[in-house]
């Protein structure tokens, strides 16, 4: 099994940042991918940002030029830096991985959620 752990959420005031970071552990082979998803209330669960194993990025139209997504792959942890929030990007953040594990079977695993609250 996987195990993720998110940390960064908080209180922000409109224009300010956040980093979120989510570290993933288990008996991990490697990282397909990994990344960011948020849920506002009242919407459906949408993707932020994510980065697979070989590197490619994608975001979310809504978000691109504000929010970067980076990897340390010797510590197996995603970060989430979000810059210029709006109150809009008022939400639950998600961190989410597809993992190959050292048996080879392929595990989907969530975090628990950070809330994300942009005032103003």
């Known amino acids: 099994q996987v195990q993720l752990v998110e940390s960064g959420g908080g209180l922000v005031q409109a224009g300010g940042s956040l980093r979120l970071s989510c570290a993933a552990s288990?008996?991990?082979?490697?990282?397909?991918?990994m990344g960011w998803y948020r849920q506002a209330p009242g919407k459906q669960r949408e993707l932020v940002a994510a980065?697979?194993?070989?590197?490619?990025?994608n975001y979310a139209d809504s978000v691109k030029g504000r929010f970067t997504i980076s990897r340390d792959n010797a510590k197996n942890t995603v970060y989430l830096q979000m810059n210029s929030l709006k109150p809009e990007d008022t939400a639950v953040y998600y961190c989410?991985?597809?993992?190959?594990?050292?048996?080879?079977?392929?595990?989907?695993?969530w975090g628990q959620g950070t809330l994300v609250t942009v005032s103003s």
């Open positions: 288990g008996s991990i082979l490697i990282i397909n991918a």
């Open positions: 980065v697979t194993s070989g590197g490619s990025i």
């Open positions: 989410n991985t597809i993992a190959t594990m050292t048996d080879l079977n392929a595990l989907d695993a």
